[in-house]
């Protein structure tokens, strides 16, 4: 499972394999990367359909906004817009300009949607509480730094309840908002600081200072199973690279 691969060496993995397709302009590199990350995480995790389309769907709208925009706009840069009615008519060396704007626009929006496929397999297998552990093991990660992340990481749905407290509060008392009124926002923003200041005296109290050892309840570790799925992840697409190259 997905779930129990080491996050570290996950994150090193999916950063490796997003600068090796930095650097490629193969589109169906791009499309087999997409391909096998949503087969991995339908077939290799506990992550149903509809969470899955719900995250794509986002990445599906911004690529067709850069193919969009890498077929209409030449290549100089110059921002003038391509009339696509007179296609037919030009001459073939305008055609063949043409042609290659198609398949930079497919370049830009295949790498996206590789780099969005890489992402959101990372984020729907990786729990945050054992991905903090990891960096807190394997990288070394200061605990101060560490647990300020988790922090942030619990915070944000905590705002998001806030939030939804605050317009049911407001709703409640008679007082008409608009979707785009700041009163909410302001009023979630001093609960959170609140709430961040009532974790910061929590854990002074409890003696928690960032340099004075301490036990940990969970204690990730590298497995060399771990080390071979990267090594398969990897090498798959270093193997696209040149395989689909020539």
């Avoid at 193919?67 to 030449?74: D, K, Q, R, S, T």
């Avoid at 370049?107 to 984020?123: E, N, S």
């Avoid at 093991?137 to 942030?152: E, R, S, T």
């Avoid at 939804?164 to 009124?181: C, M, N, W």
Wanted: proline share 4%; hydrophobic share 55%.
């Amino acid at each position: 499972m997905l779930e129990r691969w080491n996050p570290t060496v996950k994150a090193a993995t999916v950063l490796v394999c997003v600068i090796l397709l930095s650097f490629e302009y193969l589109v169906s590199l791009n499309l087999l990367v997409l391909g096998c990350c949503l087969l991995l995480v339908v077939f290799g995790s506990r992550v149903s359909i509809k969470k899955l389309g719900a995250l794509l769907l986002p990445a599906l709208v911004a690529a067709f906004g850069l193919f969009v925009m890498g077929l209409y706009y030449a290549k100089s840069g110059s921002g003038q817009a391509v009339d696509m009615q007179a296609l037919s008519a030009m001459p073939y060396a305008v055609r063949a300009a043409m042609s290659q704007n198609l398949y930079t626009a497919l370049q830009l929006a295949t790498r996206l949607l590789a780099f969005a496929g890489l992402g959101i397999l990372f984020a729907l297998t990786t729990d945050s509480d054992f991905f903090i552990a990891s960096l807190l093991h394997q990288c070394k990660l200061p605990p101060k730094f560490a647990y300020g992340i988790l922090a942030a990481f619990h915070l944000m749905p905590g705002m998001m309840r806030e939030y939804d407290q605050v317009r049911t509060a407001f709703a409640v008392r008679g007082l008409k908002i608009g979707v785009f009124s700041m009163k909410p926002v302001f009023t979630m923003l001093v609960n959170s600081v609140r709430w961040s200041e009532s974790v910061a005296m929590a854990m002074e109290s409890k003696g928690f200072c960032g340099t004075a050892p301490r036990t940990y309840y969970t204690v990730p570790k590298v497995h060399p199973a771990d080390l071979l799925a990267a090594a398969l992840c990897i090498g798959g697409v270093v193997a696209g690279m040149i395989g689909l190259r020539y």
